[in-house]
C-alpha cells in the first residue's frame, strides 16, 4: 500500500490536531504515562502518522510546551498590551506569574524534575541559552510600566524557572506553605522587575 503525502495545509492541520490533544493528555496521565498511542489516538490519526512529525515523545513534549506556552500569551495579555496600546503593571504581572503555575491553564504544574531531564536529555529545545532566555525576558517585560532601568533579564528568567520548578516538585514540598512559598517567589520576581518608592 503507498504512503500517503500529506499536503503542507495538512501537516500543519495534523500537527495542531495533535499539539491540542497533547495537554488534556498530560494533565489527565502525566507525561510519563501519556504514550503516542494515546496520543495519536486522541487526535483521531495512525499511530505512524507521528513520527512524521516528531522522532520521539520527548520531542512531542517539547513542542507541546512551547506550543502551549504561545497559546497562554494571548489569553493572559489582552491585544491592546501586545500591540503596544497600553501597558501592563505590577497587579497584572503578578497574575501573570501565578498563571504560569495555575494547574488549570499552565503546562508546568504538571510536568515534574523528572520529566525535565528527559527533555533535556532527549532533545535541545530547553538547554539554558542565556541570549535566547534573555530576549524572551526581555519582550515579555516591555509590555510592563514601570521596569527598573537596572533589571537582569537572566535573573528574571531564572527566578521565572525556580517559580516552574516549585510547581513541578510540589509533592517534595510542604503542602501547607506552598501557596506562601509560590506567593513569595512571585514577590521577589516583582521586586526585581519594577521599580520601588
Known amino acids: ?6 499536503t503542507e495545509e495538512e501537516k500543519s492541520q495534523i ?8 495537554f ?15 496520543i495519536t489516538e486522541a487526535a483521531g490519526i495512525a499511530k505512524g502518522t507521528f513520527y512524521h512529525f516528531w522522532k520521539n515523545k520527548e520531542e512531542y513534549m517539547a513542542d507541546l510546551i512551547l506550543y502551549h506556552r504561545q497559546k497562554m500569551i494571548p489569553v493572559l495579555i489582552s491585544e491592546d498590551v501586545l500591540n503596544g496600546k497600553r501597558k501592563l503593571g505590577e497587579e497584572d504581572a503578578r497574575k501573570y506569574l501565578h498563571a504560569v503555575v495555575d494547574e ?3 503546562i508546568y504544574p504538571h510536568l515534574t524534575l523528572e520529566d525535565e531531564a528527559k527533555l533535556f536529555k532527549n532533545t535541545d529545545t530547553f538547554e539554558p541559552d542565556i541570549e535566547k532566555e534573555s530576549a524572551i ?3 515579555l517585560l ?4 514601570n521596569v527598573r532601568k537596572d533589571v537582569s533579564l537572566p535573573l528574571i528568567a531564572n527566578m521565572t524557572k525556580l517559580l516552574v520548578i516549585a510547581s513541578e516538585s510540589r509533592e517534595e514540598l510542604h503542602e501547607a506553605v506552598y501557596k506562601e512559598t509560590i506567593d513569595t517567589l512571585v514577590d521577589t520576581i ?3 522587575i519594577f521599580e520601588r518608592g
Open 190 to 192: 516583582l521586586n526585581l
Open 104 to 106: 488549570e491553564i499552565s
Open 24 to 38: 488534556p493528555l498530560l494533565k489527565k496521565y502525566g507525561m510519563t504515562h501519556t504514550t503516542i498511542s494515546k
Open 15 to 22: 500537527k495542531l490536531i495533535m499539539l491540542e490533544a497533547g
Open 142 to 145: 516591555r509590555h510592563l510600566d
Open 137 to 139: 525576558t526581555g519582550e
Open 1 to 6: 500500500m503507498p504512503t500517503r503525502v500529506f
